[in-house]
């Protein structure tokens, strides 16, 4: 065997064992602990063992328009619940995300289905109404929400959307008629809510629109993404041309986020 065939096979040799070797080390190479991460639970209920709630169409299209938009944004795969979720398994999961998330990391919450209100038995509403979302088999009150908010000691970002009617509040207690807060919540109140935003189709009075293709809220806020530039807008911006695109009246509840997450472009998980 001459010289030029050896030096052939060692090269080809070392060649092969060093591209063997670096793909080894890259899957196990653990990621930055440092790196923003973002994640998202998207929940749509179609359908519900609850009386007096129809049968809502267009869930899976929804899910898929906020799925688009959190793809581009790099998100890690989210968690979806679809069509007959149980109330505990949306309430387990949010606990589970929330409580596991990292200061520099970033959750979002999307539910889309029937939500409504019943008289407050409570003594913690202004209003005397409990806002709560329906799930397959029992509704989920805006109290057992905000509990998982306020004992979470998170400092991770937070987004929920909610498209359902009556969904002005979904996050809290101590909600007014148009579920627009600011001037209701106390400093001490306010302190223990993490850093969150909070986006809701209607305010607490309204019922939402729904077509047989799925909710208009959605619709409308997959419309901004792509046709207005809704990557490049930051979270106040975004939902001021969402309103416009809307004859309800979307809620935006902004209070309890700080400022660098304000000014952050939607739904981008590195922070300013």
């Given at each position: 065997m001459n010289f030029r065939l050896i030096l052939y096979f060692?090269?080809?040799?070392v060649f092969v064992f060093s591209c063997k070797g670096k793909t080894k080390d890259q899957e196990n190479q653990p990621f930055n602990i440092n790196e923003s991460r973002g994640y998202a639970l998207l929940v749509g209920?179609?359908?519900?063992?609850?009386?007096?709630?129809?049968?809502?169409?267009?869930?899976?299209?929804?899910?898929?328009?906020?799925?688009k938009i959190l793809k581009k944004r790099d998100f890690e795969k989210p968690t979806v619940l679809i069509d007959l979720p149980k109330a505990k398994e949306i309430t387990d999961e949010l606990l589970g995300y929330i409580n596991n998330l990292r200061d520099q990391?970033?959750?979002?919450?999307?539910?889309?289905?029937?939500?409504?209100?019943?008289?407050?038995?409570?003594?913690?509403e202004i209003d005397g109404q409990d806002e709560f979302l329906v799930a397959n088999d029992s509704i989920i009150l805006d109290d057992r929400i905000n509990?998982?908010?306020?004992?979470?000691?998170?400092?991770?970002?937070?987004?929920?959307?909610?498209?359902?009617c009556h969904s002005g509040s979904m996050h809290q207690v101590?909600?007014?008629?148009?579920?627009?807060?600011?001037?209701?919540?106390?400093?001490?109140?306010?302190?223990?809510?993490?850093?969150?935003?909070?986006?809701?189709?209607?305010?607490?009075?309204?019922e939402a629109p729904i077509f047989l293709s799925g909710g208009i809220y959605t619709s409308k806020l997959s419309w901004v993404w792509k046709n207005a530039k809704g990557s490049?807008?930051?979270?106040?911006?975004?939902?001021?041309k969402l309103k416009k695109r809307l004859k309800v009246s979307p809620v935006f509840i902004s209070e309890?986020?700080?400022?660098?997450?304000?000014?952050?472009?939607f739904l981008t998980i590195e922070e300013l």
């Open positions: 060692v090269l080809i040799f209920v179609s359908k519900t063992k609850v009386k007096g709630y129809d049968y809502i169409y267009g869930v899976e299209n929804n899910i898929t328009r906020v799925s990391d970033l959750f979002v919450f999307y539910f889309f289905g029937h939500g409504d209100q019943v008289e407050d038995d409570s003594n913690d509990d998982i908010l306020r004992k979470s000691n998170t400092k991770g970002r937070i987004v929920f959307i909610i498209e359902s101590n909600g007014n008629d148009i579920g627009i807060s600011e001037q209701l919540i106390d400093n001490r109140n306010k302190s223990a809510m993490p850093n969150f935003i909070y986006m809701g189709a209607t305010t607490d009075l309204e490049k807008l930051n979270y106040e911006e975004f939902n001021a309890y986020a700080k400022k660098s997450f304000l000014d952050n472009k």
